[in-house]
């Protein structure tokens, strides 16, 4: 039926490969003798969300249980949305081709805030209501994971349940729970009040949000037995932890077309910006013997000639010299590529570079992301002006002639000083260039690559308010300005707009409210707003006025200590003190020592029941 | 350095979802496919090695075919029906190997293929096109857009209700895509095909004989 229907259109869209399945690795079931089935849902391109290493590992988990079956689902593109809604195709599963408006589970996964109109033209192209209340069916149940769940409020509306912290097991067991309800019997709002007691899981519909006059969050009160907190979820022995031993093989080409293997989780550098360094935490490391084995595993069973390791800071690993030398015994050996994206160099010895060089590497990059060294102490980014030169070095030694540079404006306390310093940097790096007589003979070129900073809650800069456009602007024009003046030519300057950053700004910080923007937005033609050329800022301006949701009151304000966050029922395992005491720690410009040197004391250690690290060993 | 090597050939079918896959997309899938196996095949040589693999007519997008061909190098020896098995264990279910051989033919020699068309429309209308004495199209070559009348270069046979054989030039020198016919037919009859399924079932050489 939908494989007859897509006959009809497949040959008129672009990349029709990305819309029917079949691909090496793609996991087919007996319909017969499935329990359960679950829908995996990216909320973005089959190209995106194909490269994404989170979902690859909960569908091989989900699909080891003989009895469950999980299917991907992705956003597709609008030639592809518009012949399926003209052909009354609804979406489907890319494994059974069968709509997922029957399955048992549709599980989104939330990586970025832009994504959010995505999940609601999914839902509504599954032909399902993109409220939670108004679908009144125990199934489909409709449920979110990944880090945006640390505040889904502004999304709270759409869904039925959200997984706080890591699936692995909690995805399970609510699999079993529908198991459970399947045999016996029961209605949503039964199964939502069981699913609730269990760990990590946040029922939206279990609290109620009252507001105070200044339109600030009064208080989150949860009924029905809903925990007060809702406890992020961890996988305590990371070593064991289940990981794929195969990945679907695409056959159209993919942003990250390769393999991927996950070392470490969790970080301990403890940049204040960055919300993944919060919420990722504790740090743990998957041993270099599962390491290897699993490089081996997925090389042979995808055939992919390149492995990369994942991570948000491959370089904390604790022996990654020792790690790398393992991997390459064995990459060398079978014409494979290592790829190691956001690796420090500066601390290796020479012969672990000769082996790093030997590896295919597109180019050097670095994220200082504030120009001055006061600045970058205000934001805790542990990275000097001597590291990079070191870095530099070394890459310039080795044939290499380009440098991308990333910075963010608009950090707290920034000042046209502090961007000054990333034109000063940048002529540091030019003019290093030139004093290496093994250099290329190719002229340097160096690219700096300007993002917006956004708060997110759970980082010490929740409490900020993101720079307005007005200060964005003179920034960037005073940094172009300098570039301008001199040494413009080797100089590359690219920023990111103001408009998509202020929305991820609302949705990050916003509360249930936000919801009704969303909706207008996506009622009037809003979708895909991560992507350029399908973003509409002026219908997103419309949606604001139209349900009088002020941008600057969630995105541009200051907001005290002891004001109640929307976020403020979840509970990610470190305190809000700790935030505080970091968040004056960065105006007094003082720095905090990463994990593995001192503890900083977030609390995240009550959760192993033991410190993070053996210290004074 | 291409010593020691024996080229063998490769026929497959490639049906169902499969036939989605671009003919750049299914080159990659089966150097993946042969990473996945230990089949000795030869790689490239020079800076940047990567397993050769050459198709010897590419099928377009939406084409169905049951034979199909390829041709590797190994470096050492394997039995056919090894490299036969292997690579079926390791392909998507819907590209089927059905026979390795040693090549017969040059893939310079392939000059027309056989297409079995099954389609669902109104048949009057397209027996009347099939007989109209030219079938001008616009065509896409490298040097631009230029007018071809398909007439003289296709042949039909066993027209029935719902489909017929084609043969239509393919090859080095000049192929003629089966969607150029389709096209031009909804453009002459105003009506859209309500179902189409093309699948290659021959490839021929210029001296009539079957591409082996």
């Given at each position: 039926m939908i494989k007859e229907k897509l006959d009809k259109i497949l040959l008129k869209v672009q990349k029709p490969s990305r819309y029917i399945g079949g691909e090496v690795n793609s996991v087919i079931k007996d319909k017969s003798k499935v329990d359960i089935r679950y829908a995996f849902c990216f909320p973005d391109t089959y190209d995106i969300g194909m490269s994404h290493l989170g979902m690859k590992i909960l569908y091989s988990l989900k699909n080891s249980k003989p009895n469950y079956w999980c299917e991907r689902v992705f956003m597709p593109l609008p030639d592809m949305e518009e012949a399926m809604r003209e052909n009354d195709i609804p979406l489907y599963g890319l494994e059974s081709l069968d709509p997922i408006k029957d399955f048992d589970f549709i599980g989104f996964t939330l990586q970025y805030e832009l994504c959010y109109t995505n999940i609601l033209s999914m839902l509504d192209l599954a032909g399902l209501s993109v409220y939670s209340k108004d679908r009144k069916d125990l199934f489909p149940i409709v449920m979110g994971g990944g880090p945006c769940v640390c505040n889904a409020e502004p999304i709270a509306d759409f869904f039925d349940l959200?997984?706080?912290?890591?699936?692995?097991?909690?995805?399970?067991?609510?699999?079993?729970?529908?198991?459970?309800?399947?045999?016996?019997?029961?209605?949503?709002?039964?199964?939502?009040?069981?699913?609730?007691?269990?760990?990590?899981?946040?029922?939206?519909?279990?609290?109620?949000?009252?507001?105070?006059?200044?339109?600030?969050?009064?208080?989150?009160?949860?009924?029905?037995?809903?925990?007060?907190?809702?406890?992020?979820?961890?996988?305590?022995?990371?070593?064991?932890?289940?990981?794929?031993?195969?990945?679907?093989?695409?056959?159209?080409?993919?942003?990250?077309?390769?393999?991927?293997?996950?070392?470490?989780?969790?970080?301990?550098?403890?940049?204040?910006?960055?919300?993944?360094?919060?919420?990722?935490?504790?740090?743990?490391?998957?041993?270099?013997?599962?390491?290897?084995?699993?490089?081996?595993?997925?090389?042979?069973?995808?055939?992919?000639?390149?492995?990369?390791?994942?991570?948000?800071?491959?370089?904390?690993?604790?022996?990654?010299e020792g790690l790398l030398c393992d991997i390459t015994d064995y990459t060398d050996a079978k014409g494979v590529n290592l790829s190691l994206p956001s690796l420090r160099i500066d601390n290796f010895s020479d012969e672990v570079v000769k082996k790093i060089k030997s590896v295919r590497q597109s180019g050097l990059t670095f994220a200082p992301e504030?120009?001055?060294?006061?600045?970058?102490?205000?934001?805790?980014?542990?990275?000097?002006?001597?590291?990079?030169?070191?870095?530099?070095?070394?890459?310039?030694?080795?044939?290499?002639?380009?440098?991308?540079?990333?910075?963010?404006?608009?950090?707290?306390?920034?000042?046209?000083?502090?961007?000054?310093?990333i034109k000063t940097l940048a002529d540091k790096i030019i003019d290093l260039y030139y004093t290496i007589e093994r250099r290329s003979k190719r002229g340097i070129s160096i690219s700096i690559s300007l993002s917006t900073f956004i708060p997110k809650p759970f980082t010490p800069f929740e409490f900020e308010p993101q720079a307005t456009k007005e200060?964005?602007?003179?920034?960037?024009?005073?940094?172009?300005?300098?570039?301008?003046?001199?040494?413009?030519?080797?100089?590359?300057?690219?920023?990111?707009?103001?408009?998509?950053?202020?929305?991820?700004?609302?949705?990050?910080?916003?509360?249930?409210?936000?919801?009704?923007?969303?909706?207008?937005?996506?009622?009037?033609?809003?979708?895909?707003?991560?992507?350029?050329?399908?973003?509409?800022?002026?219908?997103?301006?419309?949606?604001?006025?139209?349900?009088?949701?002020?941008?600057?009151?969630?995105?541009?304000?200051?907001?005290?200590?002891?004001?109640t966050a929307p976020w403020d029922h979840m509970d990610m395992l470190f305190t809000k003190d700790f935030l505080i005491s970091e968040n004056k720690k960065a105006h007094e410009e003082k720095t905090t020592a990463h994990c593995r040197e001192k503890c900083a004391g977030c609390g995240i250690n009550k959760c192993l029941g033991k410190a993070c690290f053996k210290y004074g060993e | 350095m291409e010593n020691n090597t024996t080229a063998i050939r490769i026929f497959f079918s490639k049906t169902g979802r499969a036939k989605y896959i671009s003919a750049l997309d299914l080159i990659n899938c089966f150097q993946r496919a042969l990473r996945r196996t230990d089949i000795p095949v030869w790689h490239t040589q020079g800076f940047n090695p990567h397993t050769y693999v050459n198709i010897n007519l590419p099928l377009s997008l939406g084409t169905e075919g049951i034979r199909e061909s390829m041709d590797i190098k190994l470096t050492s020896e394997m039995s056919y029906s090894d490299v036969m098995d292997k690579l079926n264990a390791v392909l998507p279910p819907d590209i089927r190997v059905t026979e390795v051989a040693r090549p017969v033919k040059k893939h310079t020699e392939i000059e027309k293929s056989v297409y079995e068309i099954s389609i669902k429309c109104n048949m009057q209308k397209l027996k009347a096109f099939l007989d109209l004495s030219a079938i001008e199209v616009e065509k896409k070559t490298k040097r631009g857009i230029s007018t071809v009348d398909l007439k003289p270069h296709i042949t039909t046979e066993n027209i029935t209700d719902d489909g017929f054989v084609l043969y239509l030039p393919s090859g080095c020198d000049f192929t003629i895509n089966p969607s150029l016919l389709f096209e031009a037919y909804e453009k002459y009859s105003g009506e859209e095909i309500e179902r189409i399924d093309v699948v290659r079932s021959k490839i021929l050489c210029k001296d009539g004989s079957e591409f082996m």
């Open positions: 959200f997984v706080l912290g890591e699936g692995e097991e909690v995805n399970l067991e609510l699999m079993e729970l529908a198991l459970t309800f399947k045999k016996n019997g029961g209605t949503k709002q039964e199964f939502l009040e069981k699913a609730a007691q269990i760990e990590g899981v946040y029922v939206p519909s279990l609290y109620d949000v009252s507001y105070n006059d200044d339109g600030t969050v009064s208080a989150i009160t949860p009924k029905c037995g809903a925990p007060a907190k809702v406890k992020k979820r961890i996988i305590a022995d990371f070593d064991s932890v289940y990981s794929p031993d195969s990945f679907v093989v695409p056959f159209t080409q993919i942003v990250h077309d390769r393999s991927v293997v996950e070392v470490l989780r969790g970080c301990i550098r403890g940049c204040r910006f960055c919300q993944a360094g919060f919420i990722y935490r504790p740090f743990r490391e998957k041993s270099k013997k599962t390491i290897v084995e699993q490089v081996k595993n997925l090389t042979e069973s995808t055939g992919y000639d390149e492995v990369s390791l994942c991570s948000l800071s491959t370089s904390d690993y604790s022996d990654i504030a120009g001055s060294q006061r600045l970058r102490d205000v934001i805790n980014k542990n990275i000097t002006e001597e590291d990079i030169m070191k870095s530099c070095k070394i890459a310039f030694e080795g044939g290499y002639s380009s440098v991308k540079l990333y910075f963010m404006l608009g950090l707290p306390t920034e000042t046209l000083d502090d961007i000054a310093a200060q964005i602007d003179e920034r960037q024009k005073y940094l172009l300005d300098i570039v301008r003046s001199k040494g413009g030519k080797r100089i590359d300057v690219s920023w990111s707009h103001y408009e998509t950053t202020i929305l991820e700004a609302v949705f990050a910080r916003g509360d249930r409210r936000v919801s009704a923007v969303i909706y207008d937005a996506w009622k009037n033609g809003c979708k895909l707003d991560g992507w350029n050329e399908y973003f509409k800022p002026e219908i997103w301006d419309q949606a604001f006025i139209n349900t009088g949701i002020d941008k600057a009151f969630y995105a541009n304000r200051t907001r005290s200590y002891d004001e | -």
